[in-house]
Nanobody
Framework: QVQLVESGGGLVQAGGSLRLSCAAS???????MGWFRQAPGKQRDLVAT???????NYGDSVKGRFTISRDNAKNTVYLQMNSLKPEDTAVYYC?????????????WGQGTQVTVSS
């Protein structure tokens, strides 16, 4: 079993910045991690992912503003969000695809609210 603990959400004015963190713990051989977000009444969308080899992928709406990074020693992923816009308001979910002692599995964090005021 793998646990994901998220932190860093909150309220910020448009143009501001926030940094999200997600730490994974448990039996982990390799892990790819990322962030998705879901606004009220909308589907859950990709924000950014970083694979176990360091390759990154971003959703079109956040390219150039958000940066994903990871600390392999801590199994932690970070999302630096700059130039935030009201349309970035959503619940942000950490996601991890883990290869562990029981084989591969996909995990989600509990979600953290990000609210950007205009």
């Amino acid at each position: 079993q793998v646990q994901l603990v998220e932190s860093g959400g909150g309220l910020v004015q448009a143009g501001g910045s926030l940094r999200l963190s997600c730490a994974a713990s448990g039996s982990i051989f390799s892990i790819s991690m990322g962030w998705f977000r879901q606004a009220p009444g909308k589907q859950r969308d990709l924000v950014a992912t970083v694979a176990s080899d360091g390759n990154t992928n971003y959703g079109d709406s956040v390219k150039g503003r958000f940066t994903i990074s990871r600390d392999n020693a801590k199994n932690t992923v970070y999302l630096q969000m700059n130039s935030l816009k009201p349309e970035d308001t959503a619940v942000y979910y950490c996601n991890a695809f883990v290869v562990g002692s029981r084989g591969p599995a996909n995990y989600w964090g509990q979600g953290t609210q990000v609210t950007v005021s205009s």
